[in-house]
Every structure is written in C-alpha cells, then in structure tokens.
T-cell receptor, first 112, second 108 residues
C-alpha cells in the first residue's frame, strides 16, 4: 500500500464549471476525511466518513459541495458551479478509528 | 470555539536547535500532533504526544506538553536545511483543528 492517493494533482477550471476529485485511502482504514487549505492557512475540516456513512459536515461545505464514499473505499468530492473562492488545496486523509491521520498529497484547484 | 495558534515564522542557523510553539483551547483531546508540509505537498505526520504525557522524544524531535497552560512545543535538534518547511500543530479528537503553521527557514 502506497499511502493515501489523490487525483488529479492539479485542476484548472473556468468559473461555473463542475469539478470532481478522487481520494483512495489506505486500504484498511475505515475513516476518510476531506480538508481544504488556502494559501497561508492550516487545513480546515470539510467532512468525514466512517465506512460509507458521512458522519459530519462542516458549515464550510456549502450546497455546491457534495462528497460520497459509496463502497466505503475511495471517495469523491464534487464542487458544482465553481467560484474563484473555491481555489484551494483539497486534502484527503484516512485513519483506522481515532488513530493518527495519514494525508494524501492533495489536489490543487485553480478557478479562473 | 476550538482554536490553535502558532507563531508564523522562525529562522535558525543550520546545526542550531529550533523550537516551534503552539497554544490550543480544546483540552479534551487524547493526542496532539505535529505535521510537516513542504512546498506543494501534503502533510506528513512528524510525531504526536498522548495527552497524559509531558514529554516525548523521537530521534531529533522533542515534544513538550504543558496541559495547565495548553501549550505544546516541538524542538528540532541539529536543524538541517532539509527541515525547512511549514510545521503545523493539530488538536482534536476526531476532526483535527490546525494552526496556521510556522514557516521554518534554516540558513546555511
């Protein structure tokens, strides 16, 4: 297992377009988290899953954002009608239970 | 609400020790964490400390925890140029709350 994998690494999109990111966690990890990191800031929690159940969503996650983890393995994060303010690094992390979280390398989104 | 604060910048000479400080508000966490982030990369877990410990040493890294003052520090001994990065402390039982990060610059 090579750790948490995120695709794509970079995404440039025009304002108003929809984008989807994928995260493949470490295979035996049951919890998967999404964070957003803007320039000069620490990561901010967006949402997390335990197996296929989405257990918590941050107020940062507007109606334009949706996340899924249909089979309790990989997860997707979709942003509809992107805005310039959505430009950020989107980080995925996974863990078993309450253990230390392993992060992926992130997907950098630029909305032009 | 929960908050984690760190100083923004630290510059040290190669071979010296670096000390990065952090204060937090949520005292219920079982663990507190230090992560390292290099430019354009994700976060790498450096070390963590159990909340009932005062100190943890791991090779060049020493973590000190003062629960009374809600203060966490990371000491890097014999700092190398490869240690230049942004260091985040993080607190939280499930969803982590991160500080804004301390940028460490190691001068040759």
């Amino acid at each position: 297992d090579t750790g948490v994998s995120q695709n794509p690494r970079h995404k440039i999109t025009k304002r108003g377009q929809n984008v989807t990111f994928r995260c493949d966690p470490i295979s035996e990890h049951n919890r998967l988290y999404w964070y957003r990191q803007t320039l000069g800031q620490g990561p901010e929690f967006l949402t997390y899953f335990q197996n296929e159940a989405q257990l918590e969503k941050s107020r940062l996650l507007s109606d334009r954002f949706s996340a899924e983890r249909p089979k309790g393995s990989f997860s997707t994060l979709e942003i509809q009608r992107t805005e310039q303010g959505d430009s950020a690094m989107y980080l995925c992390a996974s863990t078993w239970g309450q253990g230390a979280k392993t992060f992926g390398s992130g997907t950098r989104l630029t909305v032009v | 609400g929960e908050d984690v604060e760190q100083s923004l910048f630290l510059s040290v000479r190669e071979g010296d020790s670096s000390v990065i400080n952090c204060t937090y508000t949520d005292s219920s966490s079982t663990y507190l964490y230090w992560y390292k982030q290099e430019p354009g990369a994700g976060l790498q877990l450096l070390t963590y400390i159990f909340s009932n410990m005062d100190m943890k040493q791991d090779q060049r890294l020493t973590v000190l925890l003062n629960k009374k003052d809600k203060h966490l520090s990371l000491r890097i001994a014999d700092t190398q140029t490869g240690d230049s990065a942004i260091y985040f402390c993080a607190d939280g039982e499930n969803k982590l709350i991160f500080g804004s990060g301390t940028r460490l610059l190691v001068r040759p």
